[in-house]
């Protein structure tokens, strides 16, 4: 690469940290940043292109139309396993194309098909010491289709865990733990447990959602859950099977190819699906009537991450400075377990990413102000140093995750790529602990803030200029500190 080049791409960057650090000072395309001549005539062609550019390339106008189609009635809030996603799908991949992205192997026409598989449990019948246990004390979380197990262990096709959680067990731990050992658990819970039971059954009751994997059938297991005082099983029998819906779905992947740098990968990414129609029931007319459905439209969640992601693709294919590969991902079933961006992680090789930028929710300002954004896992990997050493110059900081006993590190889908030990972190700006409009019908286009989304996004540029240039090459996340995934649920 000759000098000028690097001169001007290094220029080009921090020319668009000052056009950013203007942002704070609204329009400022008319700045004299003082350069030599020289450097003024070169600068001045990049100071016009580049500090309108990102004015260009990233604005209010075309942020709203991307975000308040994606939050439409029309798209019926992206529900996984509806047609509703699918023009949504077809949305984003007209977007991708429009901007200038191109396909890669695993996505023809953007889209990555994968299939997920629904378990939904349909019988379970328990006796434990000869007395059958009644069904509303009873619950199972299986991947299995059908299962029988019997007290005369030889009859059984599996090894079956007889398990007793006492009045003074840590029921979520232990089966936390058994959903990590996988396999078949026979679980006898203290009736002190009632109420976390019933959560677990109304939530075991919706059925598992499994990505089809080739070897799927090995994974994965049961678990069966008897509330009962019985403190000693010494007979047991147990029957239970489920119903298995496949269902194809898609993540939505475009590439921008890169040039010295090629091999090696940025990743934007979003998740487009979200929780769909809910039937409310309205009870004060004393009948249990169907009132007018009521729609999720996920505005924050994610529609704000996706129009990010579209936008970023139009500003860097605008800029065409991008010596890595840039990626952009909206991935499906984020929602219901990450499932899109766990089949995209068998897709990819982890080593060629040198980063994950995962934007989650930035659709309303942060407690540190407008267009101000943070990070999860700021502690697992140096990326938010480098990006802040790149913004310092303009007074400018990705501030860390501000709720970290929420665990937002493993809320979303940074974390399949962080257990592959790519720097895989989320963005947001949620204030996740006063949000009211957080996974609530009241999450659409009105409860945004249009202009600081815009700043949130502009900021996100800026910050990732230095990755897309390859002047920066974050630490890796060491995998062995990542919370796997549980086996059965
Ligand atoms: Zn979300």
């Known amino acids: 690469m000759t000098k000028k080049r690097l001169k001007s791409v290094a220029l080009a960057t921090s020319l668009t940290l000052l056009a950013l650090a203007c942002l704070s000072l609204s329009s400022c395309s008319n700045i004299d940043l003082g350069l030599d001549s020289e450097t003024s005539n070169a600068t001045v062609d990049d100071k016009k292109s580049t500090a309108t550019t990102i004015d260009n390339t990233i604005t209010l106008e075309q942020i709203t139309e991307d975000v308040s189609y994606l939050a439409s009635d029309e798209l019926k809030g992206r529900d996984n396993?509806?047609?509703?996603?699918?023009?949504?799908?077809?949305?984003?991949?007209?977007?991708?194309?429009?901007?200038?992205?191109?396909?890669?192997?695993s996505a023809p026409n953007f889209k990555q098909q994968y299939s997920v598989q629904r378990i939904t449990p349909n019988t379970l019948t328990v006796e434990i010491n000869g007395q059958a246990i009644s069904s509303e004390l009873l619950?199972?979380?299986?991947?299995?289709?059908?299962?029988?197990?019997?007290?005369?262990?030889?009859?059984?096709?599996?090894?079956?865990?007889?398990?007793?959680?006492?009045?003074?067990?840590?029921?979520?731990?232990?089966?936390?733990e058994l959903n990590n050992q996988g396999g078949q658990h026979l679980v006898l819970l203290h009736p002190k447990h009632?109420?976390?039971?019933?959560?677990?059954?109304?939530?075991?009751?919706?059925?598992?959602?499994?990505?089809?994997?080739?070897?799927?059938?090995?994974?994965?297991?049961?678990?069966?859950?008897?509330?009962?005082?019985?403190?000693?099983?010494?007979?047991?029998?147990?029957?239970?099977?489920?119903?298995?819906?496949?269902?194809?779905?898609?993540?939505?992947?475009?590439?921008?190819?890169?040039?010295?740098?090629?091999?090696?990968?940025?990743?934007?990414s979003a998740h487009y699906d979200h929780l769909g129609i809910k039937p409310s029931i309205d009870d004060t007319s004393n009948s249990q009537s169907q009132t007018p459905t009521e729609i999720y439209n996920g505005a924050d969640d994610d529609a704000s991450g996706v129009s990010a992601i579209i936008n970023l693709a139009n500003h860097f294919a605008q800029m065409g400075n991008n010596e890595r590969t840039l990626m952009f991902a909206a991935f499906s079933a984020e929602e219901i377990g990450g499932f899109g961006s766990r089949h995209f992680s068998t897709h990819v090789e982890p080593t060629s990413i040198t980063a994950m930028i995962n934007i989650e929710m930035i659709g309303k300002p942060a407690m540190f102000g407008d267009g101000t954004v943070w990070m999860t896992g700021m502690d697992r990997s140096n990326l938010g140093e480098q990006l802040n050493q790149a913004l310092a110059p303009q007074n400018l900081k990705v501030y860390a995750?501000?709720?970290?006993?929420?665990?937002?590190?493993?809320?979303?889908?940074?974390?399949?790529?962080?257990?592959?030990?790519?720097?895989?972190?989320?963005?947001?700006?949620t204030q996740l602990d006063k949000d009211q409009h957080y996974h609530q019908v009241t999450d659409d286009i009105n409860s945004l803030n249009l202009p600081s989304m815009l700043q949130v996004i502009k900021m996100l540029a800026i910050a990732t200029t230095p990755l897309v240039d390859g002047s920066i090459t974050p630490s890796r996340i060491d995998p062995n500190k990542v919370k796997r995934n549980g086996l059965i649920y």
């Open 81 to 105: 396993f509806t047609l509703d996603i699918r023009h949504a799908a077809d949305f984003i991949a007209k977007r991708f194309n429009e901007v200038g992205l191109t396909t890669a192997k």
């Open 401 to 429: 995750d501000p709720y970290p006993k929420q665990n937002l590190f493993y809320r979303s889908d940074n974390a399949t790529l962080a257990r592959l030990g790519v720097p895989a972190h989320s963005f947001s700006s």
């Open 139 to 176: 619950s199972m979380a299986t991947t299995k289709t059908e299962f029988s197990w019997h007290s005369n262990a030889q009859e059984n096709n599996q090894p079956v865990n007889m398990v007793m959680i006492g009045e003074d067990d840590n029921m979520r731990k232990s089966l936390r």
């Open 194 to 268: 009632e109420e976390s039971f019933k959560r677990y059954q109304s939530y075991f009751a919706q059925g598992l959602t499994k990505l089809v994997t080739k070897n799927a059938t090995e994974q994965g297991g049961v678990i069966v859950m008897a509330l009962t005082d019985i403190s000693k099983a010494k007979t047991f029998s147990v029957k239970g099977n489920a119903t298995v819906t496949d269902t194809t779905l898609s993540n939505v992947v475009g590439i921008l190819p890169g040039k010295s740098r090629a091999n090696e990968v940025v990743l934007y």
